[in-house]
Nanobody
C-alpha cells in the first residue's frame, strides 16, 4: 500500500505560479506512474500530467508549456510546477499513482490517491 500526501495548493492571481508536491509513503519502484489530476466544480476529473519511473512526462493540452511535472526519487516526491495560471485552472488537484507495464497515460486508472489540494486562481 502507498499513501500519497499533496501540498502546495492555495490562492493565486491569474498569471501567477504555484508548486504542488506529492510525497509517497515509500519508494515507488520501476514501472510506477504518478499523475496529477484535477476536478473543478461541476466538471469531470481530468488528467493534467503524468510521469513514469524513467522520468518521461505527458501533459494535457490545456497545460502544455505552463505546467512541469518532475520527480525527486530520493525523497519519494513528485512535483507539479504550475506557471502562468489561468482562471480555468481552478480545481481540486489530486496526486495518484499506480504501476503499469505499458507506460503512463493521462487516462489510466490509478490505484493510490491522495486527499487533494485546492488551487484557486482569481
Amino acid at each position: 500500500h502507498v499513501q500519497l500526501v499533496e501540498s502546495g495548493g492555495g490562492s493565486v492571481q491569474a498569471g501567477g505560479s504555484l508548486r504542488l508536491s506529492c510525497v509517497a509513503s515509500r519508494s515507488l519502484y520501476s514501472g510506477a506512474c504518478v499523475g496529477w489530476l484535477r476536478q473543478a466544480p461541476g466538471k469531470e476529473r481530468e488528467g493534467v500530467a503524468a510521469i513514469d519511473s524513467d522520468g518521461i512526462a505527458n501533459y494535457a493540452d490545456p497545460v502544455k508549456g505552463r505546467f512541469t511535472i518532475s520527480k525527486d526519487s530520493a525523497n519519494n516526491t513528485v512535483n507539479l510546477m504550475m506557471n502562468n495560471l489561468k482562471l480555468e485552472d481552478t480545481a481540486m488537484y489530486y496526486c495518484a499513482a499506480t504501476y503499469s507495464a505499458y507506460g503512463c497515460s493521462l487516462y489510466m486508472t490509478y490505484t493510490y490517491w491522495g486527499q487533494g489540494t485546492q488551487v484557486t486562481v482569481s
